[in-house]
């Protein structure tokens, strides 16, 4: 895939970037492992003045940043400008408390005294060189979430973003420049998929986290295990939507029209399958279907758009292929299956109720990343649950219903690194992130996030 930026709502090629060569990936190593060797010393006070500046650069850019993304991958401009606040929101979640996420954790005094030891404490060091493997789909944001408490933990980081969003890359190497870090301490690579590997076998490079599809994050994961470096890996989902006698069935639908479509679709987080209990089916497959088919596609610099094109033209090409694959197994268009008419340039695709799914068809099983939903129904609780785990994935979940004891055995049995009761999947710096299964392993944000990168250290004195 070319380096580019290929505006998604006309097809038109923005702008194109020659891929780093052999000496400039080699000068970005160097200048990594050296800025690592005097970063690493930093006290938190120092870095949280850093991280603090760059959240405010990035606050000042909002406007301009959002509409880059929005050029590059086509999500709705008012989306594009959350993403971008939300970025603003972490970085200073984590200047703030990354201090007390990382404090020296000490031992009971009677573990001190048992081991044989006058004082004994378990110490948070950074790792080092950090490379991370990005997705266009939130292509701040994802960069942003690694990005804040690695550079918080003491690590350096190199970007390699997906080659559909150079100018979001580089507008992220350079934000931190700009905020004064020092000289390598944050570089975005301009490489394609191919020169991934040699990178992550470098020996001044410590660690990966990626994410992006199951083949990325195998390719990545087989790399790393070779050379015994660390990884985090996010790789997707198809998240459940479980709607329950109990549930505000309008709310629910509401929610669901949101979470569906958030991002155009192309959501790792966005509930994808949703499963409502036989006696409220009808009324929530009515309503949610109304919903969908209401939702305004268009220009994503529009902001009365709801929906705007695929970011890329084999996304669209993938999604078409699931949806024709399942219609011709039977399964029923509720509203949507097919390119907008009248929409001839870019990547569209309309919002889409499928039901009557069966599990021969790929759609019950694949991911589909774009506004596609499936409808399932469901005789009882354990069904829910049983049809909630039906799949290889396991980022999210979510559950509407106000009893108590079917929100304890959702969140017990649901496999899935998530449950939201009566609510939709959001990340936040302060709560962890990531999955199970087949959607990877690892967590991002929280004190869970900050520690994946960090080496943890036992110093034992006698004397």
């Given amino acids: 895939m070319p380096i580019a930026t290929v505006n998604p709502a006309t097809g038109e090629t923005v702008r194109t970037f020659d891929a780093q060569g052999p000496e400039e990936i080699e000068r970005c190593l160097a200048d990594a492992a050296a800025a690592f060797a005097s970063y690493r010393a930093t006290d938190f006070a120092e ?3 850093l991280l603090t500046g760059a959240a405010d650069l990035l606050e000042a850019d909002i406007e301009d940043i959002a509409r880059t993304m929005t050029t590059e991958m086509g999500k ?32 009971a005094e009677a573990d001190v005294r048992d081991s044989g030891a006058r004082a004994v404490r378990a110490r948070y060091r950074p790792l080092g060189v950090v490379l991370a493997v990005m997705p266009w789909n939130f292509p701040l944001w ?3 979430r690694f990005a804040a408490p690695a550079l918080m933990a003491g690590n350096v980081g190199l970007l390699k973003h997906a080659s559909n969003v150079p100018q979001t890359a580089l507008y992220l190497g350079g934000l931190f ?36 599809s199951e083949p990325a994050g195998r390719a990545v994961a087989s790399v790393a295990g070779s050379e015994v470096k660390k990884t985090v890996l996010e790789l997707g989902g198809s998240d459940p ?13 509401k929610t669901a029209v949101t979470a569906r479509v958030q991002n155009n679709g192309q ?33 994503p610099m529009q902001d009365s758009t709801d929906v705007g094109p695929l970011a890329t033209e084999q996304g669209r090409t993938d999604l078409e292929e699931l949806v024709d694959d399942a219609v011709r197994q039977g399964a029923s268009v509720l509203c949507g299956g097919r390119r907008p008419q009248g929409m001839e340039r870019g990547w569209y695709y309309e919002p889409t109720v499928l039901a009557d799914i069966s599990e021969t068809m790929r759609i019950d099983q694949e991911e589909t990343f774009g506004p596609v939903a499936t409808l399932y129904r469901v005789a009882d609780l354990d069904e829910a649950v049983e049809r909630a785990n039906h799949t290889p994935f396991g980022l999210s979940s979510n559950v509407w219903t106000r ?27 302060a709560l962890p992130f990531g999955g199970v299964k087949r959607s990877g392993y690892g967590r991002e944000l929280s004190g869970h996030g900050i520690r994946e990168f960090c080496n943890v250290t036992t110093v034992w004195q006698a004397v």
């Fill in 47 to 49: 870095r949280s003045a």
């Fill in 76 to 107: 709705p401009l008012a989306a594009a400008r959350a993403e971008a606040a939300k970025c603003v929101k972490a970085m200073r979640w984590y200047a703030q408390h990354a201090e007390s996420l990382l404090a020296d954790e000490l031992p």
């Fill in 142 to 144: 994802q960069v942003v």
């Fill in 177 to 212: 420049t700009r905020a004064g870090y020092p000289s390598g301490c944050f570089q975005t690579l301009l490489i394609g998929a191919g020169a991934v590997e040699a990178v992550l076998r470098d020996s001044r490079v410590a660690a990966a986290t990626l994410t992006g």
């Fill in 241 to 253: 939507f479980v709607v329950m006698p109990s549930a505000d069935i309008a709310q629910a639908a």
């Fill in 267 to 299: 959501s790792c987080i966005a509930a994808k399958r949703f499963i409502a209990h036989t006696d409220v089916y009808d009324e929530f497959a009515e309503r949610f279907t109304a919903g969908m088919a209401a939702l305004r596609v268009g220009d």
């Fill in 403 to 429: 009893d108590a004891d079917e929100i304890e055995r959702f969140a017990r049995d649901l496999q899935a690194g998530g449950v939201y009761v009566n609510g939709m999947t959001a990340s936040h710096p």
